[in-house]
């Protein structure tokens, strides 16, 4: 079991820039996949992005990401300290929501679907301001 504990969120202007962070407790850290999503209010949670298991590398695996935030949004994750990123450039008021970290088993790598994800943090509000 994996613990993922989100930071890192808060308030930026049109354009600006953030780093959510997620840390994860349990020794298995690395043989999950990650994914980010985020929920609005009174909208679903939707998909962000999402790093795939990683082989064994300390900080491999494949990225994926919705089309409103390619080219944008970069997720990386670090084995070695058991945390994801989320580096967030370009940011629009659009991208304003609650984000949240999730692990799901590593055969759903890159799985854009909340029910696929099985350890969920607590969220961190983004806002951007227009």
């Known amino acids: 079991q994996v613990q993922p504990v989100e930071s890192g969120g808060g308030l930026v202007q049109n354009g600006g820039s953030l780093r959510l962070s997620c840390a994860a407790s349990?020794?298995?850290?690395?043989?999950?996949?990650w994914g980010w999503f985020r929920q609005a209010p009174g909208k679903e949670r939707e998909f962000v992005g999402a790093i795939s298991w990683s082989g064994g590398s300390w900080s491999g695996g494949s990225t994926y990401y919705a089309d409103s935030v390619k080219g944008r949004f970069t997720i990386s994750r670090d084995n070695a300290k058991n945390m994801v990123y989320l580096q967030m450039n370009s940011l629009k008021p659009e991208d304003t929501a609650v984000y949240y970290c999730?692990?799901?088993?590593?055969?759903?790598?890159?799985?854009?679907?909340?029910?696929?994800?099985?350890?969920w943090g607590q969220g961190t509000q983004v806002t951007v301001s227009s």
């Open positions: 999730a692990a799901a088993a590593a055969y759903y790598s890159g799985s854009n679907r909340v029910d696929e994800y099985d350890y």
């Open positions: 349990g020794r298995t850290f690395s043989s999950y996949a």
